[in-house]
């Protein structure tokens, strides 16, 4: 090999080797790991207490769910301050966050009756699991738990689900294949992986080339064992029937609103509400809704108590 090829070599190399384990290993996993790995490199290595149930003064129990791959996942039960019990709430964080973020919320629904099940989805928090599926695999994982409150906890009576973010697109998807899910508060959320994918990656890498997102989205299935295509929330709404509260801030530049709309429009629900919080992002709805929005929620929780 003459040294002008071999330059040339040295040189496609340089260039082609990056891009290929960018395509093959980092990229995907930006996508679908949550903790570890990748991630890791990202975030502060400093470690925090969590707060748990009990310094709340909350009343609870130690939840563990085994998925159907096998998985251990990790919540409490948290039961009603109140000998009132108007029905028990499945609380759903988003990506890269965990149960205990709910425990201020889960106090004060604690206080008005209700129960409250707080639950980090696998690959996050303190449950097991690697990968992120988006709701592929996490939508069977809280039928799951569904029915270990119905079966093992006893709790049978108005079970409903509030999700946030990617917490409302499991929680949607999850209302669509368990029925015994009664109602539904949906904040947030996107109605497309792949779509929102191409929205996001910019945030990782800066720029959006679209052939080789789509690239990360199929490693991504591959290697977390989900199929990207199936994640399509807007299509799991046709077959929630359950009364839906779905709420969307008007300023949210991480997700945006129209794809709320799009959740929103295709509920097979004749009992639905779309709300709009106005000025809110993605990341303090509750805080900008105030008072006002917690009325709201309430009227809606209300509304769908146990008689």
């Known amino acids: 090999m003459s040294k002008t090829k071999y330059r040339i070599l040295i040189i496609l190399l340089v260039i082609i080797l990056p891009i290929a384990i960018t395509a093959n290993y980092f990229g995907p996993r930006l996508i679908i790991q949550t903790k570890g790995g990748v991630i890791s490199l990202l975030k502060s290595s400093n470690q925090v207490r969590l707060n748990t149930p009990a310094d709340f003064n909350l009343n609870s129990d130690d939840l563990v769910i085994k998925t159907n791959d096998g998985l251990d996942l990790k919540g409490y039960v948290i039961y009603s301050n109140k000998t009132i019990q108007k029905g028990t709430i499945i609380m759903v964080h988003g990506i890269r966050s965990c149960k205990e973020y709910f425990l201020p919320m889960a106090k004060v629904l604690a206080d008005s009756c209700y129960n409250v099940v707080l639950i980090d989805l696998r690959a996050h928090g303190q449950s097991e699991g ?34 946030q973010s990617l917490g409302a697109a499991v929680s949607l998807q999850a209302m669509s294949v368990k029925p015994e899910i009664k109602f539904g508060i949906i904040e947030s959320t996107f109605s497309d992986f792949e779509t929102i994918v191409h929205d996001y990656i ?5 720029f959006d080339i679209p052939l080789l997102t789509d690239y990360f989205i199929y490693r991504s299935g591959r290697i977390a064992d989900f199929s990207p295509s199936d994640v399509k929330p807007f299509v799991s709404a046709q077959n929630v029937y359950q009364p839906i509260l779905m709420v969307h801030g008007t300023k949210d530049d991480r997700i945006k609103i129209d794809y709320g709309r799009k959740n929103f429009e295709h509920l097979a629900s004749d009992d639905k509400e779309f709300l709009e919080i106005p000025d809110a992002n993605h990341l303090n709805v509750w805080r900008v809704g105030g008072v006002p929005y917690v009325t709201k929620i309430f009227g809606f929780l209300d509304a769908n108590k146990k008689e």
Do not use: A, M, Q, R
């Open 130 to 163: 690697e990968y992120c599926t988006f709701g592929y695999h996490e939508k069977e994982d809280l039928s799951i738990v569904v029915d270990t409150l119905l079966n093992n906890e006893k709790l049978t009576d108005n079970i409903g689900i509030w999700g």
């Open 202 to 206: 910019p945030n990782f890498i800066g």
